[in-house]
Nanobody
Framework: QVQLAESGGGLVQPGGSLRLSCRPS????????IGWFRQAPGKEREGVSC????????IYTDSVKGRFTISRDNVRNTVYLQMNSLKPEDTAVYYC????????????????????WGQGTQVTVSS
């Protein structure tokens, strides 16, 4: 089955850090732009960040700029989301996905334009 799998979530206190990982099954990531998304209870899924296949272009939603860093290791076939200075409003299930058109660059962070979703990983920021 061709899809992605997220890991690394957990419970962390405000101000803490987590690193999420995104790994594929059934394909390799190196040709694809990869997006990270999150969905909080009662809210729509939103784009958090995106990284191009060659790691030379990244996008962040305003609420995470300066706190989150997206990166990739094409040798390890993994994309990461380093999350620092976490806030309670970052609490959500986090997902990664590839561009539906197979783009190698970040043309959008609209979740409707992505696919190969995994099960997600829960991030809870609470004291």
């Amino acid at each position: 089955q061709v899809q992605l799998a997220e890991s690394g979530g957990g419970l962390v206190q405000p101000g803490g850090s987590l690193r999420l990982s995104c790994r594929p099954s059934g394909f390799t990531l190196d040709h694809y732009a990869i997006g990270w998304f999150r969905q909080a209870p009662g809210k729509e899924r939103e784009g958090v960040s995106c990284i191009s296949s060659s790691d030379d272009d990244t996008i962040y939603t305003d609420s995470v700029k300066g706190r989150f860093t997206i990166s990739r290791d094409n040798v390890r076939n993994t994309v990461y989301l380093q999350m620092n200075s976490l806030k309670p409003e970052d609490t959500a299930v986090y997902y990664c996905a590839t561009d539906r058109r197979g783009s190698s660059w970040c043309r959008t962070t609209d979740p409707a334009e992505f696919h190969r979703w995994g099960q997600g990983t829960q991030v809870t920021v609470s004291s």
